[in-house]
């Protein structure tokens, strides 16, 4: 029996826990996110056989996770858990995109024979990366990029600022940093080529719309906001 890799969405950390020892009796491979935000990104940039969405989360709830997703082309299967058991809850979480809808409470093996059903008739699926964060999404194969579903124009040069930023969504990045993996320079070449740059994708990023993109943090870097 292939080991899955699967991603769960959960906020109940003992919930979390069940299925995870579970998981490891399995053989598969469990990554656990506590909030919807950051399972977004991690769907985006990694490839897992399947998703556990819990419906009710505290920041986004699962439908709206499932939507985004499916929205974005990604395509791995996706189970929602919920409390919310009648037969219209279950048809508005398949209408969202979900593959299947498991109720509250559940037994956690038939939990994974649903994950290892799913990951059968979805064999052959190819992940294709996109990184979310906030209102800004980037198509790493189709090198695109959206604010709030509406395309960017960038240059090849902008889009990769724009994909390193995305990859480090939340992080400070260095003057260095950008040098070193967006230049490939391990030296300082005294120009002001990154702020020339920075300052061409900030204006894409934020033309026709309220919320800055990007922040400058006086002797530190440069981080991108969610835009929302």
Known sequence: MQPLKILYVEDDQRSAQAVSELADQSGDTLVWESNGSAALW??????????????????????TITKRLRESGIGTPILILSALGRTSDRAEGLDAGADDYLAKPFEPEELLARLRALHRRSSG????????YGAFECHVKART??????????????FELFRYFMENAGEIVTREMLLRDVWKMDFDPQTNVVDVNIGRLRRKLEEGFDKPA???????????????
Do not use: C
């Not at 699926?125 to 979310?132: G, K, M, P, Q």
């Not at 990029?145 to 902008?158: C, V």
């Not at 990007?214 to 929302?228: A, F, M, V």
């Open 214 to 228: 990007l922040e400058t943090i006086w002797g530190s870097g440069y981080r991108i906001l969610d835009g929302q």
């Open 125 to 132: 699926h190819e992940h294709s990366a996109v990184i979310l």
């Open 145 to 158: 990029a959206f604010r709030q579903n509406q395309h960017l124009s960038l240059s090849p040069k902008e």
């Open 42 to 63: 991690r769907a985006g940039m990694e490839a897992f056989d399947v998703i556990i969405l819990d419906r009710m989360l505290g920041d986004i709830d699962g439908l």
